[in-house]
């Protein structure tokens, strides 16, 4: 026989069940009420280039630069050199099929949402030329799809958080150029395994270019010109020969380069 226990339990998960499948209070917004809370925060749309995002036509069909999936997903939102201002919705978040956010040469101030960490299918950001702040974002580094990460030409500041090569296997390319940060490169970046372009040039980082990026079997390019990077570079770079751009141009480095300037195009 049961035990008045076991029986309390099974009523007790019984419950849970039927709390866990009660049909929420609010439905959840639709993928156009979604794209339209990221324009609502656009402030200036000097080229009219969200005229198409209308309540009444089909998202997937009429709004321009919004793509979506065979199954009526959005899976890409391509807005470029549109000067658009504002700040980046946190209600993207809930797209669940994105795999593209393209929004390079846009005004978007603010930084990067929190909630977009719940982009688990992101594949592709590509931020550069904005006018985003504050420090880079530690869950970008959590971001499981991740392919290519661009935050260049932003006013971005601070460290480069260790965090962000913390999830790194799958990661192709990382630019973190023309912002303003400082402090040291994460030797933590040898994660990255299958990293092909890594840049940090122009900003204010200093330290040492940890010798074990160039450890990185795809890596083909690697710039880190323009910051204030300081020991010998004989033997910061003496595993980077195979790269085909290597680009160390103003640092304060000392020496010079262990292997013929031609055979690889190296800056300096
Ligand atoms: C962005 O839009 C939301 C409504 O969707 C609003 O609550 C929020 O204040 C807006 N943010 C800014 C900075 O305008
Ligand atoms: C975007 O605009 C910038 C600055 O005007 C220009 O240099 C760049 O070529 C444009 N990008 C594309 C893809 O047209
Ligand atoms: C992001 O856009 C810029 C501007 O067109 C381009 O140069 C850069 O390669 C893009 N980055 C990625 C990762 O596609
Ligand atoms: C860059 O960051 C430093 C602090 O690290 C700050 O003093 C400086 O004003 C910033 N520069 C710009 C252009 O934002």
């Given amino acids: 026989m049961r035990s008045l226990l076991q029986q309390c339990c099974y009523l007790a998960a019984g419950l849970l069940l039927l709390i866990a499948f009660w049909p929420p209070a609010v439905a959840a917004a639709t993928e156009k009420e979604i794209l339209l809370q990221f324009k609502g925060n656009i402030t200036s749309d000097p080229y009219n280039s969200l005229i198409s995002w209308d309540l009444d036509a089909d998202q997937c069909r009429d709004y321009s630069g919004v793509f979506c999936d065979p199954f009526g997903n959005v899976n890409k939102i391509v807005l470029w050199n549109t000067s658009l201002a504002g700040v980046l ?9 994105l795999r593209v956010l393209t929004l390079f040469g846009n005004r978007f101030t603010g930084n990067i949402p929190q909630e977009y960490q719940e982009l688990t299918t992101l594949w592709k950001i590509n931020v550069s030329s904005n006018a985003l702040s504050g420090p880079i974002p530690e869950f970008l580094g959590g971001l499981p799809s991740i392919r290519f990460l661009d935050l260049s030409r932003n006013m971005f500041e601070g460290q480069i958080p260790s965090s962000l090569f913390s ?77 085909k751009l290597l680009d160390l141009g103003s640092n304060l480095f000392t020496g010079n380069p262990p292997f013929r300037v031609l055979e690889l195009e190296i800056m300096c």
């Fill in 167 to 243: 999830v790194c296997e799958k990661t192709k390319f990382i630019s973190l150029s023309h912002n303003n940060l400082s402090g040291t490169i994460p030797i933590i970046i040898n994660n990255c395994v299958n990293l092909e372009g890594f840049d940090v040039s122009f900003n204010g980082l200093s330290g040492e270019l940890p010798s074990q990026i160039c450890e990185i079997p795809s890596l083909d390019y690697l710039s880190v010109r323009n910051n204030m990077l300081t020991g010998s570079v004989e033997e910061q770079i003496s595993s980077c020969q195979r790269l």
């Fill in 89 to 97: 919705s946190p209600a993207l978040s809930e797209l669940k099929s």
